[in-house]
């Protein structure tokens, strides 16, 4: 029997959090990718669902508990209003606990309580549940999508993080055909409870996700968890592996990790940061004001101003969102090549070709037939629906790990903070005669704010990965 004399081989040093994420940079999108934005995305997708179904059933809900119109405003706004507080406490939980953390308490507390609003028993106890319900609806989606970012490598971090964003399109569109459905099949005292409990199977996928869904590699690094993180990276490249891929074997970085500093809330607001924050924040709200406006009032502003019967309007405004999607897919084919700064100027050019164009029609021309004002508000709406999502992508490049959720949930409080302020603006001036020219022309200058703020400060981040965009 012969004794080997060589030594027995050391045991493989320890993955280093720079080697771990250069690994992530090399793992082309895979089934595991796509199993991440299933469960990110039906969250996603319930989210606009649940909350655009309170518009589409209004009336029959109204009407149910015996409630005045007037009961209309304060109960959309209780939504947002919760929205706000949620975006605020699940992006403090998101750093504090982790990403998957908080989009499973997100997804399980707006799921249950649509299934409690359908139990609502007169207005007032439906406002209290909507409220409580907007805490986690406004979380989920800028939790989701700055822990997608956190998945996907440069090269084509843009193509795929904004298709997946636009199942948030495809919500508010399955809101508009499933509530249609619903109050034409079921009596309307019955058919928008039904819509809330359908509205609840974020429960479901909370269950899903807590048991599927893997914690982000980028946000396990910066807590120092490095043997979760190697687990969830050997299993990104496994699944690419089996799909036949051939990892790119550029070296990794050996450098030993630095430890990231905790994250500090108020870092948003320190000079490194301050002008990334006020940038984005205009830009959320430059963008969801038109958006959150021309949305509510559109079918109203093709009947009523229009002449259109209501049901026609509502069919023309669902073209609308169909549309909105084409032009998405088109902006997502281009992104990573012509860049964020490109497609966002190409948005709010598109939407102020749109309001330039209602206001001069208007106002200067004196047309006010459905036609112009079809035109006009579908091309607003197509140009702001290119930045909403793209804002929830490009919030989330300009911040390191430590603070990338906590930015994202605090940069979408001023989507809330806009769609409590559109609605109500657009309504008061629709009161007035010349109501319909100057809603054109209040988008025309929000639009104008946003598109200078986004040239003069906004940076590229198009194939760039996260840690050279804010290390």
Not at 19 to 37: C, K, M, N, S, Y
Not at 73 to 89: F, H, M, R
Not at 92 to 112: I, Y
Request: hydrophobic share 55%; net charge positive; glycine share 10%.
């Amino acid at each position: 029997m012969s004794i080997d004399p060589r030594p027995d081989p050391a045991p493989p040093a320890p993955a280093t959090g720079p080697a771990l994420l250069d690994r992530v940079e090399r793992i082309p999108v895979t089934r595991f990718h796509l199993r991440i934005a299933s469960i990110l995305g039906v969250g996603t997708f319930f989210d606009s669902f649940d909350a655009l179904v309170l518009s589409v059933a209004l009336t029959a809900i109204l009407s149910s508990l015996g409630a005045p119109l007037s009961v209309a405003g304060p109960l959309i706004a209780a939504g947002y209003v919760g929205q706000i507080v949620g975006a605020v406490l699940f992006g403090v939980v998101s750093e504090r606990a982790g990403r998957k953390v908080a989009f499973v308490g997100a997804s399980a507390l707006f799921g249950a309580l649509s299934v409690v609003s359908a139990l609502a028993w007169n207005a007032e106890s439906l406002m209290v549940f909507r409220l409580l319900q907007g805490i986690g609806l406004g979380a989920e989606v800028p939790v989701a999508a700055a822990m997608f970012n956190e998945f996907v490598r440069a090269r084509a971090r843009g193509r795929i993080v904004l298709v997946y964003e636009s199942l948030f399109v495809w919500g508010i569109l399955g809101a508009t055909l499933v509530g249609a459905l619903f109050l034409s099949v079921f009596p309307p005292e019955d058919a928008w409870r039904y819509l809330f409990v359908l509205g609840g199977v974020p429960v479901l996928t909370a269950v899903w996700a807590w048991f599927r869904l893997p914690e982000s590699p980028r946000h396990l690094v910066h807590r120092g968890d490095l043997e979760q993180a190697e687990a969830v990276v050997a299993e990104m490249e496994a699944s690419a592996r089996r799909a036949g891929h051939v990892l790119d074997g550029a070296a990794p970085r050996t450098a030993p990790a630095v430890a990231e500093p905790p994250t500090r809330f108020g870092e948003l607001f320190s000079p490194a940061y301050r002008t990334r924050t006020l940038t984005l924040w205009c830009v959320w709200f430059t963008t969801f004001l038109p958006l959150g406006g021309f949305t509510s009032w559109m079918p109203t502003l093709l009947s009523r101003v229009g002449g259109l019967p209501a049901a026609t309007a509502s069919l023309l405004t669902g073209g609308i969102v169909v549309g909105n999607l084409v032009v998405l897919y088109v902006a997502a084919s281009s992104l990573d090549r012509r860049g964020r700064r490109f497609w966002f100027g190409a948005g709010y050019g598109l939407a102020l070709v749109g309001s330039v164009g209602g206001a001069v029609a208007l106002g200067l021309l004196g047309w006010t037939g459905w036609p112009v004002l079809f035109v006009a508000g579908a091309l607003v709406l197509f140009g702001v629906n290119i930045n909403a999502p793209l804002v929830y992508l490009y919030t989330a490049e300009l911040y390191p790990t430590r603070m990338r959720a906590w930015a994202t949930t605090v940069g979408s409080t001023m989507r809330n903070l806009a769609s409590v302020v559109a609605p109500i603006t657009i309504g008061l001036l629709l009161g007035a005669t010349t109501g319909v020219f100057w809603s054109f022309v209040l988008a025309t200058a929000v639009l104008l704010v946003g598109l200078a703020v986004l040239l003069r400060f906004g940076v590229e981040t198009k194939q760039r990965p996260l840690e050279e965009l804010a290390p």
